[in-house]
């Protein structure tokens, strides 16, 4: 909740200007024994490493259909999405998952097993998304959420997914659904994680 | 490389002082809508979130044998781990497991899926490691490792391995080698990541 819009450029893309430790003007330079730039603070020492953020979160099932949010934040407001957010500290991965059904979707949910792994190298990001059996249909939007519904698969809006994470997640696990077995799906998204681009109500392109 | 040091204490536990955007002093509160302290600048109302970091690696496998690099650094200066280290802005997870794997023992691998996901939550941390095939046998130390070699089941330095993520990871692998199948393995450590306190070589305690 809060942790800054998830699909958003992360607060880590923003330069640092002054050092944390000591409020002093840093510098973009590479330190000795890296081989990268990051932003040093000649004063005290102190080197600012920024790393990628994980986003959590589930695909939550009702016999056929899968629990979905409508967005009542940027980005991607209005869009719809499973629910999901960047991980704190202090909570592992199936915990943050969990959090965040809850705070978006008021749901509960039994975790069956993480199942899509997204790399999003040019936003700094990675998803981690498991598949999950809601344990009753008394969900409700919290206040990330202007709706939350269950959607049977051709029922699905396509068109208004907030995230191709979630459209790559939804995907798989129809297909999978299909086959009866979900393995776990790693996968990159190094375009910009832009509105959704697949669009099946329209005839491809010719 | 040179990314602070996997597994010892992120940088995000060192509390914020100062905004890294205009250099006030920052204070710790629940922004509005949020529901967790925060380190907030008044001056320009900057949230600065703080997130678990990503440690990627591999198990790089030759044949009957498991390639360990015995550290250089600290923590834990000449104790035995797999390669692995803080994933970077601007990769994928399996980019990040192959850079550490060449920087820490200038190993090429070809990577044969995410083995086991491993949550830190009392530091701030989440091992991913891969599974691996090394290309050839002339890996090296990296300017991060004292020595490089490979262990054979037997052989496994189990009483000096740097971190229990990797104690776990070469269990399940030797486990799971023996019944011919590798899953996913998912876990969560939830005591500090200290030494190990597997040692096989003595019987167990009555």
């Given at each position: ?12 893309r923003?330069?640092?200007?002054y050092?944390s ?11 000795a ?14 080197i600012h490493?920024?790393?990628p953020?994980i986003v ?12 979905l ?5 940027e980005?991607?407001?209005?869009l719809w ?17 969990l959090?965040?059904?809850g705070?978006?979707?008021?749901a509960?949910?039994e975790?069956q097993?993480?199942y ?9 990001q ?24 269950l ?8 068109d208004?997914?907030?995230?191709r ?5 939804l ?6 659904r299909?086959r ?5 799906h790693?996968?990159v ?13 329209k005839?491809?392109?010719?």
């Open positions: 909740m809060a942790n800054g819009p998830a699909g958003s450029p992360p607060t880590e923003r330069p640092v200007k050092c430790e000591c409020g002093q003007p840093v510098r973009l330079k590479i330190p024994g890296d081989n990268r730039p990051r932003h040093v603070c000649d004063a005290c020492g102190t490493y920024q790393n953020k959590a979160g589930a695909l939550p099932v009702w016999e056929d259909r899968v629990l949010c409508r967005r009542a934040i980005p991607r407001y209005g999405t499973l629910p999901a957010g960047f991980m704190e500290n202090g909570e592992s991965m199936e915990e943050a998952a959090r965040e059904s705070e978006e979707a008021n509960r949910l975790l097993g993480l899509t792994v997204i790399s999003l190298p040019t936003i700094n990675v998803y981690v998304l498991y598949r999950a059996r809601l344990q009753d249909t008394d969900f409700a939007p919290g206040e990330e959420s202007l709706e939350t519904a959607f049977r698969e051709a029922e699905i809006p396509w208004r997914l907030a995230f994470t979630i459209r790559y997640t995907e798989r696990y129809f297909e999978d299909r009866g077995t979900f393995p776990l790693e996968h998204i190094t375009a910009n994680n832009r509105q959704p681009d697949h669009q099946p109500a005839p491809p392109q010719m």
